[in-house]
């Protein structure tokens, strides 16, 4: 272990290192930055590469590419970036390519505010692609959270084929903790499925046969057959993934085994902290930082004899309904706080549809921090 | 017990910075649970700009700095910014030059003037006011012994050591004017 004084960006950078990737193309964007400046100077050390890019786009076609060959691959970027990268995010997950994707939200929609923070992207994540996409993101509240929380992303890219988000903010990348980072020789990791059969046996690289399956992929240059298609519908048991001959059987199938491959291993890959919640009449729940606000208010309210307790979202896709609904099994109330206007909210309010618990929000968008005083005023507001 | 501390002042004063070199001193030189985080302007330079620490001897949960303990303010905009959150028990240490009007600071701030950015001009270099400022803090506080703080200044500031360490020594050995708000 090595004690750190670690900012939020280079955890991010360790995290995928420590995780195994070998290949970081990306383009700069504050608050984002340091993680590609991190990233140029580690990767020739850990013998990966390093390519600087012209744009979010090419940033995203240069990771699939290299993600194709076999090497574990990712970028970063934030709001504006991101917003270039969907069609590129859509395809990677339809094309079934393992990546992960960093996502430093600043404020405000458009350019936005460049040094500031925000959490405006929650929806962005999970329905910024086209045509029924999945998504799987994570989100850390703290440094020392956003290195194994990518490490995870690394592991559940992998493990799902897909694309993994992680959703970090300008306040946590631009942060520093004092960290200890583990040896990363000691760390488990996880790698996608690879063909079992000779080259001249394999069905290509969507051979599946039940809505769970994470098919076998032939890295580029291993001496099979590997087709990689962005077109989003393939052939049930694999095999020829020209467009031309595909059934409605194919496209159903397609379109139902991307999600539940995913929904299948959600056990797996929903993460979340719940402190306090079996017998809270009131339960805050939050993602990323702000998290970190409701669980001081959380402390704040048991002080005074409220009692409070704390949903930290960690896996905030695919959104996990049914932890929400334990956590809430004794409440009263519900407050959010988020720094948008209601994003977690309203899934919030959707998994627990016909409960009765009343549901508010704390909502700033002006990149201030809410504070623990603020939720606890809206404590005595709801329960009043 | 947790403490807070902020620099602030405008982009390219090193505020930043010197919350950096504080959280490494406090995190790393000694071994206080530490977590540093920063505001800045998207105009950087000139922009308001400040550096935030909270250290604890226990687990750090809410990362922000609500209500200093300490305030170094090396700039008018600053006290103007940051007086509001400044509760009666807490104190500042203003530069002489940069600050001229502390009336908005609630009864109960205890209040230093010391010369940052004099000192720095008499070391022939003016952006090194924010190392100076950090000897003050240091001495002031008694937080930090010299060769602490000097420890974490040649470990996050390893350029112009030698213009740095005399800065931060001259600020550590000043005489300060202090005032009750």
């Keep these: 272990m090595t004690k750190r004084l670690l900012l939020g960006n280079d955890a991010f950078c360790e995290g995928l290192i420590a995780g195994g990737v070998r290949f970081y193309a990306g383009y700069p964007i504050t608050p984002a930055t340091e993680i590609a400046e991190a990233m140029s100077r580690r990767m020739p050390e850990v013998g990966g590469t390093y390519v600087q890019m012209e744009d979010e786009l090419g940033s995203m076609g240069a990771i699939m590419g290299a993600s194709a060959t076999g090497v574990k691959s990712a970028t970063a970027s934030a709001g504006p970036g991101m917003a270039l990268m969907q069609n590129e995010l859509g395809q990677s997950i339809v094309a079934e390519i393992p990546l992960v994707v960093i996502n430093v939200q600043r404020a405000g929609p458009g350019i936005g505010n460049a040094t500031r923070s925000g959490q405006m992207e929650v929806m962005q994540s999970r329905y910024g692609s086209n045509g029924e996409v999945p998504a799987v993101v994570l989100s850390p509240s703290s440094v020392e959270e956003a290195f194994w929380l990518t490490v995870k992303a690394v592991n559940f890219s992998e493990m799902l084929r897909t694309v993994v988000i992680v959703l970090g903010e300008g306040m946590l990348g631009l942060q520093r903790a004092v960290v200890d980072l583990p040896d990363y020789d000691d760390i488990k990791l996880a790698e996608r499925p690879r063909p079992s059969v000779q080259p001249d046996e394999f069905l290509g690289n969507y051979n599946a046969n039940a809505l769970s399956d994470v098919p076998p992929i032939a890295d580029f240059g291993a001496g099979y057959k590997s087709i990689l298609s962005s077109v989003g519908i393939s052939r049930r048991g694999g095999g020829d993934i020209s467009v031309l001959g595909l059934s409605e059987d194919d496209q159903d199938f397609t ?43 959380m402390h704040e309210a048991r002080a005074k004899g409220i009692k409070a307790g704390v949903l930290r979202l960690i896996t905030v896709w695919p959104f996990p309904e049914d932890i929400v609904r334990t956590c809430c099994a004794k409440a009263r109330a519900v407050v959010v706080p988020e720094m948008n206007l209601g994003q977690v909210r309203l899934l919030v309010g959707s998994a627990l549809a016909n409960t009765g618990i009343k549901i508010v929000g704390v909502n700033r968008v002006d990149s201030i921090t809410i504070t623990p005083a603020q939720i606890l005023e809206k404590t005595k507001e709801v329960l009043s | 017990m947790r403490t807070e501390i902020r620099f602030a002042g405008v982009g390219s004063q090193g505020m930043v910075s010197c919350s950096v070199i504080l959280a490494e001193a406090l995190g790393i030189v000694k071994d206080y649970q530490v977590v540093q985080t920063q505001e800045y302007a998207a105009s950087i330079s000139g922009g308001s ?21 300490v305030l170094v303010a090396m700039a008018q905009d600053a006290v103007k910014q940051h007086a509001a959150a400044m509760r009666p028990g807490s104190c500042v240490i203003v530069d002489d030059i940069m600050v001229n009007d502390v009336s908005s600071f609630q009864k109960g701030v205890t209040i230093h003037w010391a010369p940052m950015t004099k000192l720095a001009d008499d070391v022939g270099f003016r952006k090194c006011a924010n190392i ?15 060769d602490e703080i000097t420890r974490a200044v040649r470990a996050r500031a390893p350029g112009r050591a030698e213009t740095n360490l005399k800065a931060l020594r001259l600020g550590y050995e000043v005489n300060l004017g202090t005032v009750a708000a």
Excluded: C
């Design chain 2, 49 to 69: 700009a400040q550096g935030d620490v909270a250290f604890s001897d226990q687990k750090i949960i809410v990362p922000w700095v609500l209500h200093p303990d």
């Design chain 1, 255 to 297: 379109i139902r085994r991307l999600h539940q491959k995913i929904l299948d291993r959600k056990n797996e890959i929903t993460l979340f902290e719940q402190l306090m919640t079996e017998d809270a009449e009131i339960v805050y729940i939050a993602f990323g930082t702000q998290a970190l606000s409701a669980i001081g208010a």
């Design chain 2, 132 to 146: 100076v400022s950090l000897g003050v803090f240091a001495r002031l506080t008694g937080l930090l012994t010299l």
